[in-house]
């Protein structure tokens, strides 16, 4: 798990939590998007060699723009999270998988999105405008879509892609939807949407490219997907 913050000025900053590997891509990415940032790394025992890659940018670019924060074990999204907000000093948090599955070029049009509509927070889709999904073969296709037309059925969440974890938000509103969600997997993601929706927090949308994974293996078992839908059916049940 790593936390990259970037820092516009003093009073607006913007801070990134991603999971796994492919950081020095995101960092590449914050150096175009032209925004001061500084990096902080949450290792939580990643078998893809995170906090080797961390140990490696923090040499080169100056433990003041790169900071390892790692934890003992692997505790759960929502506490990884906690623990990085605990040491970034944004005024946003902006949430991706760092295996290349998100690509770090969709960072300034997140940051121009909020912005623009002054969200409390931008959801990255690949179900409106340009936005899709590349990699997947026809059957996990057919299971996000419907998956996605179920959950909008049930729930009418006010957003397009509930399961996605590319996300903007105001660090403020990402404290109180933690506090408030209790899921985790997948439904953690679709809880967050849920939970902002009963709170009134304004969502903005921008599409993307989703890829499956560049780094590690993207595994879609039985048990993910009944775990899916008994998340799904409580939070129906609770909305």
């Given amino acids: 798990m790593t936390l990259i913050h970037i820092a516009t000025n003093v009073l607006i900053t913007f801070a990134i939590i991603i999971t796994g590997g492919g950081m020095a891509e995101v960092k590449r990415g914050a150096i175009k998007s ?3 940032y500084e990096i902080i790394i949450i290792d939580d025992g990643c078998p893809e060699g995170t906090r080797d890659v961390a140990e490696q940018l923090e040499k080169i670019y100056r433990s003041d723009k790169i900071l390892l924060r790692p934890r003992e074990k ?14 970034a000093t944004g005024n946003y948090i902006i949430i991706m998988d760092a295996d290349l599955s998100h690509h770090p070029k969709f960072i300034p049009e997140f940051i121009r999105k909020q912005k623009e509509g002054n969200f409390d927070i931008v959801s990255g889709t690949h179900y409106k405008g340009n936005g899709g999904v590349y990699g997947w073969d026809l059957k996990r296709r057919i299971i996000s879509r419907g998956a996605n037309f179920i959950t909008q059925i049930l729930l009418r969440p006010g957003a397009s892609d ?14 109180k ?27 903005g949308e921008v599409p993307i490219s989703f890829v499956d994974r560049v780094y590690g293996e993207s595994k879609l078992g039985g048990n993910k997907i009944v775990s899916f839908l008994k998340g799904l059916l409580t ?3 609770t909305k």
């Fill in 177 to 203: 939807l933690i506090e408030k969600c209790v899921s985790k997997g997948y439904v953690f993601q679709m809880e967050m949407i849920v939970r902002a929706r009963q709170l009134n927090y304004t969502i």
């Fill in 34 to 36: 032209r925004f001061n």
């Fill in 74 to 87: 692997k505790l759960g999204t929502g506490t990884a999270y906690i623990h990085g907000m605990k040491h």
């Fill in 235 to 237: 939070l129906f049940a």
């Fill in 162 to 175: 509930l399961t996605g974890s590319f996300r903007l938000y105001k660090k403020e509103v990402l404290q």
